[in-house]
């Protein structure tokens, strides 16, 4: 099992919603949640957990941690659950950035009840959140520097990388969100079609999460609060985003990619 470091990770603030990006603001830990079971992703399911299946020649968990990595990160927090023991392994080949294991081997706890856990790990100020089934083409500047640069910890407890529901690979829902001209987020009403879909990546401030419900919970639960209060933002990813649920959707981002090189 990974070594749990004992140091916790903090960073600067920034000064306004659109913040110039200086070094100490860029948060230096991250969650990676690994913890699903994957099921849509068959014929793998049952083999491989789904942040292990390859895409492109490269598993699906690595592109997250190198761009974490690449970004400044010094320690990713990944939660397992399913074939947790296939995870651990893998993970503990990688050298950046410093891998700590967060275990629900014995029970779930959903995507919040998951953070809510490591906590500890992630210190008292920001962090980065990434699904490890996320997958993206930057564009010109990487997305989690430019979350970096757009987080303010003054005015968001939230901020949200957002795909656009067109131009996506593999989507075909009605969205998530609609997004403000100031950049905060309304969620999508029931029938309703909205622009964006939410990316699988963030900057959460650990103030998110005062008083948070104990066990089991999805993470849109904290979302919504945020976005009542007015503290729940946006950031459009720039690049290409596929939402790689199953396998044809494998070879779906496989062909993006090839054709990116």
């Known amino acids: 099992m990974a070594r ?17 990006l200086e070094q100490s603001t ?17 014929p793998y399911n049952g083999v491989i957990p789904k942040p292990l299946v390859e895409v492109g020649g490269k598993a699906l968990i690595d592109y997250s941690l190198d761009r974490l990595a690449a970004a400044g990160v010094k320690r990713a927090v990944v939660n397992v659950h ?31 009840g998951g953070i809510a856990k490591a906590l500890p790990q992630l210190g008292d100020g920001s962090f980065f959140l990434v699904n490890s089934d996320t997958l993206w083409l930057d564009g010109v500047k990487p997305n989690f520097t430019r979350l970096a640069g757009a ?21 075909e829902g009605s969205g998530d969100y609609a997004m403000l001209p100031d950049g905060r987020l309304r969620r999508r009403a029931e029938r309703e079609v909205v622009p964006y879909v939410y990316a699988g990546a963030a900057i959460l ?15 849109t639960l904290l979302f919504d609060r945020a976005g009542e209060c007015g503290r729940l933002f946006g950031l459009r990813l720039e690049g290409v985003w596929m939402h790689v649920g199953t396998p044809e959707a494998v070879a779906e981002a496989e062909a993006a990619l090839a054709a990116a090189v």
């Open 4 to 20: 749990i470091a004992a140091r916790q990770c903090g960073e600067g603030r920034g000064a306004g919603a659109m913040a110039v």
């Open 26 to 42: 860029v948060p230096k830990c991250a969650i990676v949640l690994a913890a699903g079971l994957g099921t849509r992703m068959r």
């Open 82 to 112: 399913y074939l947790a023991d296939a995870l651990e392994r893998y993970l503990a080949k990688r050298g950046k950035p410093e891998i700590v294991i967060s275990d629900e081997r014995g029970a779930l706890l959903g995507t919040g």
């Open 151 to 171: 987080f303010d910890p003054g005015a968001m407890d939230a901020l949200l990388l957002l795909a656009p529901t067109t131009g996506s690979i593999g989507y």
């Open 205 to 219: 401030s650990s103030s998110l999460f005062a008083d948070a419900p104990s066990g089991a919970f999805p993470l």
